[in-house]
């Protein structure tokens, strides 16, 4: 069975009503017929219907043993931190989203956990780098903005050679086109506010382990901490995994289209898109990521200056200037000043992310109107370079 049916399927029908919409639980509590004697559910921290459906349904998506949702991307990372212990190290992809590396490097650092970047598109730079205090690997691929793709197979045999966790961030490619669990990872998360919502109206964090056993410690943890994703939340992510497969292929199908053009384009210096065979990784890409890219197109300017990128990202229509990425509307961003500003300009710059770079999150208008939108944009730039040796 296809995997888009099963997606479907898996999400059942109400056994009380008969309602194909799964019914939204909005409670904070669950009578008892006697203490501890419940049909399931007790409190709703602990466990909510309605929130359960999605965390199987994500299980189910990823091949793991186990989904727990949180209340935003970061609370789920979190949550996997939180298996380590004092003394124990992280090494983690360089091109690292910013709110992992502020969490890694500003919260956990002062209890004693210890963070390593290094470059995992080339799978020897973490067998180089892992050492016997590396408990937990940490993997965007591709990551953000700079659309790094590293091999999860070959990290993860790297990983649990040394006995330590690989966790893959696999919020851009999304379930429907990669599974890290059944390439070796332990761990996935996502950040559901992107692509499995797919509308840009909610907040929320998934995680899926590979076993019970390690299904057990988040479970434990996600309730002892208590930041779970609330009953309304859960339903629209759920409304929006029933359209992931189909959004996903257009989504894929207009980057590259959008990541064509820049290639070909006069004012861009660098495109980065996994689906480029041009791009570092491409064929990894495509053997993990089941022939199609994802939404995301990054790109640096010849210009490569913050004012340009600046011009450019203010200069859009369709394209609307706004944190975030992964819904139906087509969204961009300058992560120097927005998502990455809270990583240091020499991190941030060694990692490939320049002061030129804008990501674009293409949505699913029609990709020549979002190019045509982009050319726009990049001949304003055009002009006020001109403007600019005009006035001296």
């Known amino acids: ?43 709703a921290r602990s466990n909510n219907p309605t929130r359960q459906v999605l965390e199987d349904a994500v299980a189910a ?47 956990y650092s002062k209890f004693g956990i210890s963070v390593k970047y290094v470059d995992t598109t080339d799978a020897a730079n973490v067998l180089d780098a892992i050492t016997d205090k590396t408990k937990l690997v940490w993997l965007e691929t591709p990551t953000n903005p700079t659309l790094k793709i590293s091999d999860i197979a070959a990290i993860a045999a790297i990983a649990h050679n040394q006995g330590a966790l690989l966790c893959v961030d696999n919020t851009f490619a999304s379930p429907a086109l990669q599974q890290p669990i059944t390439l070796g990872a332990d761990i996935v998360v996502h950040s559901a506010t992107k692509y499995l919502g797919g509308h840009s109206d909610l907040i929320a964090g998934l995680v899926v382990t590979a076993t019970r056993e390690l299904g057990e410690k988040i479970k434990f943890i996600q309730n002892a901490s208590g930041g779970i994703l609330g009953p309304h939340d859960s339903w629209l992510v759920i409304r929006g995994l029933e359209t992931l497969h189909l959004r996903a292929k257009e989504h894929s199908a207009n980057a590259l289209k959008v990541a064509t053009f820049l290639e070909q384009h006069p004012a861009v210096d660098r495109v ?22 994802g939404g995301v197109v990054s790109f640096t300017l010849k210009v490569d200056t913050v004012a340009a990128a600046t ?12 944190e975030s990425l992964g819904g139906v509307k087509s969204l961009l961003c300058h992560p120097a000043t927005m998502t990455h500003k809270s990583i240091p300009e020499e991190n941030r710059k060694s990692a490939g992310v320049a002061d030129s770079l804008i990501r674009l999150s293409v949505g699913l208008e029609h990709p020549d109107d979002l190019i045509q939108d982009i050319t726009s944009a990049l001949n304003s730039l055009k002009v006020q370079v001109r403007s600019s040796f005009a006035t001296a």
Do not use: W
Request: aromatic share 10%; glycine share 8%.
């Open 61 to 107: 998506l990823e091949q793991g043993a186990n989904g727990f949702a949180f209340a935003s991307g970061l609370a789920a990372i979190d949550a996997v931190v939180k298996l380590l212990e004092s003394g124990d190290e992280i090494l983690a992809v360089d091109d690292i989203y910013g709110g992992a590396f502020r969490l890694f490097t500003h919260i």
């Open 1 to 43: 069975m296809n995997n888009s049916t099963k997606l479907i399927h898996s999400i059942p029908v109400d056994k009380l009503t008969g309602s194909v919409s799964v019914p939204i639980y909005q409670t904070s509590t669950f009578v008892q017929e006697a203490p501890g004697v419940h049909k399931g559910f007790d409190y």
């Open 272 to 293: 980065y898109y996994p689906g480029l065979e041009t791009h570092l990784n491409h064929d990894i890409a495509a053997r993990q990521q089941q022939g199609l890219f």
């Open 311 to 322: 011009t450019v990202v203010t200069a859009t229509s369709l394209f609307k200037l706004a």
